[in-house]
């Protein structure tokens, strides 16, 4: 009979914040696959837990995870755990999921800490829709076409970012997103935790030398981008319109369909203003 893989979420900073369950969860597993283990270790070591060890980070996840699955599949209990919160969440965990649902063997979520739901929750913007898109890239590039892929997004976005980053990151969202609320949470949990909060415009301007990871939370557009093109097409004449949907490969019967639906009219008042023309 096969084991089960655990997911088993730790602390952000505070340690009191693990749960009753991942510690019995914990204690009861065969062995633990972390991120770190030497972090994790530390972690073992204060609630005096002693369970073997074995590594599951990024670089190694392809080769460990078939690994994994043959010692779930001898019956062994595993759980994973990343440095800090909730495995799978811009940490390692995705790809053993991925091989041990492909195998049929059980998964059991281990709820409790994560970063982006506290920075979230604390942060006075909009948690009625959110996106949450973990890290940027590094490559200002791919970066800028991404933040150009959401320009739009009227859902909260959120974000997690490194403190050598976040100075460029936020020139790239101002210069794309316009100045926009924002709030920068740092060392959740912890003894300094922090929310700056303020325009994107007003925290490059006051921000210090600050460390620790950070959790963005940015206000999302007020206008979509279909109330965006709305309005642009509100000072278009029809022709310019339907040369403009024209010039998108749609055919005749398609753009006078679309303009009717964009200004609210009679479909035959379209077609009789083009035939007339």
Request: aromatic share 8%; net charge negative.
């Amino acid at each position: 009979m096969s084991g089960k893989l655990y997911l088993v979420a730790t602390p952000i900073g505070n340690l009191e914040d693990i749960t009753l369950r991942a510690l019995r969860i914990l204690k009861e597993v065969d062995m633990i696959a972390a991120e770190d283990t030497r972090h994790t270790l530390k972690l073992l070591n204060y609630f005096e837990i002693s369970k073997p060890l074995i590594s599951y980070y990024k670089q190694n996840e392809s080769t460990r995870s078939v690994e994994l699955v043959e010692k779930l599949q001898a019956g062994k209990n595993i759980a994973i755990v990343s440095d800090a919160g909730t495995p799978g969440i811009s940490d390692p965990g995705e790809q053993i999921v991925k091989s041990v649902i492909e195998n049929g063997i059980e998964i059991v979520p281990i709820p409790g800490a994560c970063a982006f739901v506290n920075a979230l929750i604390s942060s006075g913007i909009s948690t009625k829709e959110f996106c949450f898109l973990g890290f940027l890239s590094a490559m200002k590039k791919e970066r800028k076409e991404k933040l150009q892929e959401l320009k739009y997004e009227t859902k909260t976005l959120i974000f997690y970012e490194a403190p050598h980053k976040l100075n460029n990151t936020l020139k790239d969202m101002l210069e794309i997103l316009g100045d926009r609320e924002i709030v920068l949470a740092r060392e959740l949990t912890k003894i300094h935790e922090e929310f700056i909060r303020g325009k994107i415009s007003e925290i490059l301007e006051n921000k210090e030398e600050i460390r620790g990871e950070f959790v963005l939370i940015l206000e999302g557009s007020c206008e979509s981008k279909r109330e965006m093109e709305l309005k642009k097409f509100n000072c278009m004449t029809l022709e310019e319109q339907y040369e403009f949907y024209k010039n998108h490969g749609l055919s005749k019967k398609e753009i006078i369909k679309q303009i009717t639906k964009d200004r609210g009219v009679n479909k035959n008042e379209i077609y009789q203003y083009f035939l007339d023309k």
